[in-house]
């Protein structure tokens, strides 16, 4: 049985890329998966206009990230990504030791979204 986790729960952002043009989740809602050896990211994504929402891990603070999915303008649906810690670093189906979202704009935009971690 694995443990579930709420990468992030429901939400929209909405901005224009002249004042926001990058949205990155705070640091303390990354999670750690450091303990775990296999994951599933499911994304559920109701709306992506004006930009890209990304899912991107890295295994130490300050270090290099790598993008484990992406979603785009016209997207709408649920995805599941499968995460692995034995798969090469740097590639993007490999378990990171931390998870984050990023939402990059191009024009005026709008993210509507909930991500959840399955970890084992």
Same mark, same amino acid.
């Given at each position: 049985? @694995? +443990? $579930?986790?709420? &990468?992030?729960?429901?939400?929209?952002?909405? @901005?224009?890329?002249?004042?926001? /043009?990058? +949205?990155?989740?705070? &640091?303390?809602?990354?999670?750690?998966?450091?303990?775990?050896?296999? =994951? $599933?990211?499911?994304?559920? *994504?109701?709306?992506?206009? @004006? =930009?890209? &929402?990304? *899912?991107?891990?890295?295994?130490?603070?300050? =270090?290099?990230? %790598?993008?484990?999915?992406?979603? %785009? +303008? @016209?997207?709408?649906?649920? %995805? &599941? $990504?499968?995460?692995?810690?034995? $798969? /090469?670093?740097? #590639?993007?189906?490999?378990?990171?030791?931390?998870?984050? !979202?990023?939402?990059? #704009?191009?024009?005026? !935009?709008? #993210?509507?979204?909930?991500?959840?971690? *399955?970890?084992?």
């Amino acid at each position: 049985m @694995g +443990v $579930v986790m709420e &990468l992030q729960p429901w939400m929209t952002l909405k @901005g224009s890329n002249t004042t926001t /043009p990058m +949205v990155i989740q705070e &640091l303390d809602e990354w999670i750690d998966t450091s303990a775990y050896k296999t =994951g $599933v990211l499911q994304a559920e *994504i109701l709306k992506v206009s @004006g =930009g890209t &929402l990304y *899912i991107e891990g890295c295994d130490v603070q300050g =270090g290099s990230f %790598t993008t484990h999915a992406f979603y %785009t +303008v @016209g997207l709408s649906s649920a %995805t &599941l $990504v499968f995460l692995n810690k034995n $798969v /090469p670093y740097g #590639a993007t189906n490999r378990l990171s030791n931390l998870i984050r !979202w990023k939402f990059e #704009a191009t024009s005026s !935009w709008e #993210a509507s979204f909930r991500l959840t971690l *399955i970890l084992k």
